[in-house]
C-alpha cells in the first residue's frame, strides 16, 4: 500500500475513534463533581471503611457539604481532612457531595 493510502487510512480510523469517544463522553456525562470525588475514593472506599474512614456514598450529601466546609473552615478538628478541603470552594463541595449521593 502506498503511503499516502496508508495515511488515508490511519487518519480515517483516528477520526472515527475520536467520534466513538466523544459520543461516549455525552452518552455518560461525567460531571465536574465526579472527576472532583475520584481523588476522594482512593480513601473513602469499602476498604478503608474498617480504618475508620467513612464510605461517602452513605452520608446524606448536606452532611458531607457541611462536614467539607466545617473542614476547611478550621472548624473542625482533622487530621488529613482540614487540608484536603481548603483547595475547594463551596459549588466544588457541593459537586461532589451531589456525586456522591446518587448511589
Do not use: W
Not at 475513534?17 to 475520584?38: K, N, P, V, W
Not at 480504618?51 to 456514598?57: A, F, K, Q, S, Y
Amino acid at each position: 500500500m502506498k503511503k499516502s493510502h496508508l495515511y488515508l487510512v490511519g487518519l480515517a480510523a483516528s477520526l472515527a475513534m475520536a467520534g466513538t469517544a466523544t459520543q461516549a463522553l455525552a452518552d455518560d456525562e461525567i460531571t465536574r463533581g465526579q472527576l472532583m470525588a475520584a481523588s476522594c475514593k482512593a480513601c473513602h472506599n469499602a476498604a478503608a471503611a474498617g480504618d475508620g474512614v467513612p464510605e461517602l456514598n452513605r452520608i446524606p450529601a448536606e452532611v458531607i457539604e457541611s462536614q467539607m466546609k466545617a473542614f476547611r473552615d478550621g472548624d473542625r478538628d482533622a487530621t488529613i481532612m482540614d487540608r484536603h478541603a481548603k483547595g475547594y470552594t463551596d459549588e466544588e463541595i457541593e459537586s461532589m457531595a451531589g456525586y456522591f449521593s446518587r448511589f
